[in-house]
């Protein structure tokens, strides 16, 4: 009787972790989602997403219009891309958001194109690795609202101080999306904190 009482414990406890933990997650990104916070900062940085041989597709446009505006409102005096390329592409996710950045008025001075990354850790791991040897130690990320809980955290588990500017636009939007993007943050989130730690690499990469 005695174990059973203790094995019923138990299995209740894990049942509650399993409830609780991934409703604080999802409550924690939705409320980072809603709740922008921007502060100034040493660099912006673009987190790539799909590119037509050079054309930025709708929700890489949107990432790149909020890093735009903070650069303009001089938030960061520099702004990195970043992100790799698919098989065949003529152009690399991070090259694609400079060039649209300099059509937008941007001098190319004030921008790093670092053509690595194929989802949000590696780009991640790129942008703070140049980051940390030019001395540099916050960031503005440039990414969708239900998406910057995540990269903040991965950031600030790198070592840099991060916050986020949310798209206002595009399929990345607020407006434009709803429950399956948080449930997927959610997850990915989770991922990351959990057999990521153990240097398992899942990726998210985000194909739109």
């Not at 997650?25 to 921007?38: D, E, F, K, L, N």
């Not at 054309?55 to 001089?74: C, V």
């Not at 001098?107 to 540099?136: C, F, N, Q, W």
């Amino acid at each position: 009787m005695f174990l059973f009482k203790i094995l019923r414990r138990i299995i209740t406890a894990i049942f509650l972790l399993i409830i609780i933990v991934p409703l604080y997650v999802a409550t924690q990104i939705w409320w980072t989602a809603h709740h922008p916070s921007i502060k100034k900062s040493d660099a912006i940085v673009v987190l790539g997403a799909a590119q037509d041989n050079g054309t930025p597709t709708p929700i890489l446009a949107a990432r790149i219009t909020e890093a735009r505006i903070a650069y303009e409102s001089g938030l960061a005096p520099l702004i990195i891309t970043v992100g790799g390329s698919q098989k065949g592409d003529l152009s690399t996710e991070a090259a694609a958001s400079a060039h649209s950045l300099t059509d937008q008025g941007i001098k190319e001075s004030r921008i790093i194109a670092l053509p690595i990354g194929k989802d949000t850790l590696t780009s991640t791991v790129a942008y703070v690795s140049y980051m940390k040897l030019h001395h540099l130690a916050s960031v503005i990320i440039s990414t969708d609202p239900y998406h910057c809980y995540r990269a903040m955290t991965e950031a600030k588990d790198l070592g840099i101080r991060a916050t986020c500017a949310a798209a206002q636009t595009g399929p990345g939007s607020l407006k434009s999306t709803g429950l399956r993007y948080l449930f997927r943050e959610t997850g990915a989130y989770l991922a990351y904190e959990t057999v990521g730690r153990f240097g398992i690499h899942l990726s998210d990469q985000i194909k739109k």
